[in-house]
């Protein structure tokens, strides 16, 4: 596999943060989450990265996800974190 199609290559975070994205929008928007259903059990999709992390272009934490329980500060995560309850 090439670089770009690794997980952790910064290609792919440009990736999920857009499908995070989108989904706050529905959130946002109070619409129906099935759409994101179909797609991937969304609890295990890994939340982006943090911003130096983003920088950098690579990641240094372990994945993050909803259902993880973890927190780590990052601001984006932690606004999927908080849509997903609303």
């Known amino acids: ?16 943060r857009r499908f995070w994205a989108c989904y706050l929008t529905q959130c946002a928007l109070g619409e129906s989450l099935t759409v994101f259903e179909s797609i991937t059990d969304v609890l295990k999709f890994t939340l982006p990265w943090g911003e130096s ?18 927190t780590d500060g990052r601001i984006f995560a932690e606004l999927i974190k908080a849509f997903t309850m609303w």
Do not use: C, I
């Open 53 to 70: 992390d983003f920088d950098a272009g690579t990641a240094q934490d372990s994945d993050t996800y909803l259902d993880s329980g973890r």
């Open 1 to 16: 596999m090439s670089k770009t199609n690794m997980p952790n290559s910064l290609e792919f975070e440009v990736r999920r």
